[in-house]
Every structure is written in structure tokens, then in C-alpha cells.
């Protein structure tokens, strides 16, 4: 069911099987799971997750080229709900372990904002990361064309930038290295630093190389209509022509309320974890960006399958079998 701030607090006392933090596409796979394994879940999601910039999914399975990452997210919550899973859009604040379970602070609501906790036996982090697009003094500008025509995934949208004139957007001049991987689909890339580092002679001298112009001064506006980029004005005045880009400029990982949890290993900002996306915490998994691997939706989808079933088997065992005792053998009574 969906709960909200009106009805939340007739849930305090519930201890969930497991909370998964992150309605996206991995966290909904684990809650559908979750709940066909009859396991009581709750999904936490705070809105504006990555998927959301998805305005088509050319590459998943089943579903049509133009389907858009918000319409699979609703779908999913809806299937989940079906199933049997609780969802609240929240924030979630802190993670505690207590032992035997979690305790997940959360805020609900930006102004005047209520604080509760919640408590699982098990935890899916599931909270994903966002990317950094570039900043602009009209933002409104950078989302007419960011997940249409300017991407942030070379894996999921290198093919539809094919023989295209293309701009790669970095803020650190070791995210360049990315126009010698993006070359495989399009030979015609200009570089554009947005004004944010120093380029070195080396990286200098390797462009130049490959043919793909450096361009240094602070983007002012994307040109184009209909999410069609056409081509991008510089600060300097300098007009770049081009139909596609992709912005490489980072990720920020919603991860900070896992920090204080002892005995988790991580590697940079994504957390280590085995073949079952169980970290070295025995009672908390993480999924799709948070952790090490390939940032797909098909690779969180996954996850979030094997994150439940190996929740479910670890409850599962600890529990007693369920017998049909209509045909269990009648107890004597002595004579």
C-alpha cells in the first residue's frame, strides 16, 4: 500500500523483512520479488532518480524504443503495490544498525518536514546515483535536450549518436579519455571543458592528434528545437555546430546515509559486493550504481532479483516448514 505522512505512524511498530531505499528500476525489482515471496517490504523513494532522465529506452528488452524511464518507474510501483509492497516517498536521513535490525530515519516533506523511523531485518540499497550536467544561468536550457539528444551514457545512447557531430562535456581533464572511447561510434567529437580545468600539453597534443577540437570557455546555451540539439554557443562567442553530445562530468551518489554503518567495504564511492549483491554486511545489499559494476537498468533489474531471492532464502531457512497438518498423524493418547 502507499503510505504518507498521514498514515505513517500506523506503521512504527511494523519490522519489514527488508526496506529498500531507491524506487528506481532496481528497487522495484526487489520489492516485486520481495513481495511474490511473500516477504513483508517497504520501498522508500525520494523522486528524481536517473531513470526519470530516461525519455526512451532503446535498449531494454520488451519494451518499445520510445518508452520513457517515468512510465516503467510508474508501472513497476504499481506492480509492486499489487503484490503486496508498502511504498513511501521520503528521504531517507540515516541508517543505524541495531543488531538484529536497521533503523531508517526519514523525512517526509521539504518545508516542514516530519522525522520517523522505520526498522527491517534487512536492508537494499538501492538509491543510485545522479549525474552532474553542466550549469547554465537558464537550467531550463540544459533539460530541453539532456536524455534527448544530450546523453549521459555512452553504453545506453553511443549508438544514436553514430557519424554525428558531437560535443563531450567534462570538468576534470581526465574525463577527456572518454572521446578516445566514444570515437568507436563517432569520429567527429569537439571537447568543451565548460571553463571548470586545465588541459595539460599531453592531452593537448593528443587531441590534436586524433583531430578533435579543444574548446575552453564557459558554455552560454544549447541551440535547437524540439529536444533536437543543433549546435552550442561559448561564452567567447564561438559557435560549435553539433546534433548530440555526451556529458561526462560525474556522478553524485546518493550513498551518505550508509557512512556510518560499520564493516562495509567500498571502493571509491560504490560498495564491494559478491555474486548475490550481499555486501560484507551480512543483512544489507546493494544494487545497479551503487555498486561495483555496470551502470545499466538491465544490470539493476538483475540485481534486485538476486538481492530478494537471497533475502528470501536466508528467512526462509530460519524458518519453521510449513506442514499440511490435516495428514499429520493423530497423537495417541495413553490408555
Not at 506492480?79 to 517526509?108: M, N, P, S
Not at 520517523?116 to 531485518?121: A, I, V
Request: proline share 3%; with cysteine.
Amino acid at each position: 500500500m502507499k503510505i504518507s505522512s498521514a498514515t505513517i505512524e500506523n506503521h512504527l511498530d511494523t519490522v519489514y523483512d527488508a526496506i529498500v531505499v531507491g524506487g528506481g528500476m532496481g528497487g522495484l525489482s526487489a520489492a516485486i520479488y520481495l513481495a511474490r515471496y511473500g516477504l513483508k517490504c517497504l520501498v522508500i523513494e525520494k523522486g528524481k532518480g536517473r531513470s526519470i532522465w530516461m525519455q526512451d529506452t532503446r535498449n531494454f528488452l520488451g519494451f518499445d524504443p520510445t518508452t520513457p524511464g517515468r512510465d516503467i518507474l510508474n508501472h513497476g510501483t504499481k506492480q509492486a503495490i499489487a503484490w503486496g509492497a508498502d511504498h513511501l516517498r521520503a528521504f531517507v536521513e540515516t541508517v543505524t544498525d541495531e543488531g538484529d535490525t536497521f533503523a531508517v530515519k526519514v523525512k517526509i516533506g521539504k518545508k516542514n518536514s516530519q522525522f520517523y523511523t522505520l526498522r527491517s531485518k534487512y536492508l537494499i540499497a538501492a538509491s543510485g546515483v545522479i549525474d552532474v550536467l553542466p550549469e547554465l544561468e537558464d537550467m531550463q536550457n540544459v533539460y530541453d535536450y539532456a536524455g534527448y539528444t544530450l546523453h549521459v551514457c555512452m553504453i545506453c545512447d553511443g549508438y544514436d549518436m553514430w557519424d554525428q557531430k558531437a560535443v563531450l562535456i567534462v570538468q576534470r581533464e581526465a574525463q577527456i579519455n572518454a572521446a578516445f572511447v566514444l570515437n568507436w561510434f563517432t569520429p567527429y567529437i569537439s571537447v568543451l571543458t565548460h571553463g571548470l580545468c586545465e588541459v595539460g600539453d599531453e592531452m593537448r597534443q593528443k587531441l590534436a592528434d586524433h583531430g578533435y577540437p579543444l574548446y575552453e570557455s564557459p558554455i552560454v546555451r544549447f541551440h535547437g528545437e524540439d529536444h533536437k540539439m543543433q549546435g552550442i554557443e561559448l561564452a567567447d562567442g564561438t559557435q560549435i555546430e553539433a546534433t548530440t553530445g555526451l556529458i561526462n562530468m560525474g556522478s553524485i551518489y546518493h550513498n551518505q546515509y550508509l557512512k556510518g554503518i560499520e564493516g562495509l567495504t567500498w571502493e571509491g564511492e560504490n560498495l564491494v559486493t559478491n555474486t548475490m549483491c550481499q555486501t560484507s554486511h551480512d543483512r544489507l545489499f546493494a544494487l545497479g550504481d551503487l555498486k561495483q559494476g555496470l551502470n545499466q537498468v538491465s544490470v539493476a533489474v538483475a540485481d534486485g532479483t538476486l538481492a530478494a531471492t537471497q533475502i528470501w532464502r536466508y528467512i526462509r531457512r530460519a524458518s519453521p516448514p510449513r506442514k499440511w497438518q490435516e495428514n499429520l498423524p493423530k497423537a495417541t493418547t495413553a490408555a
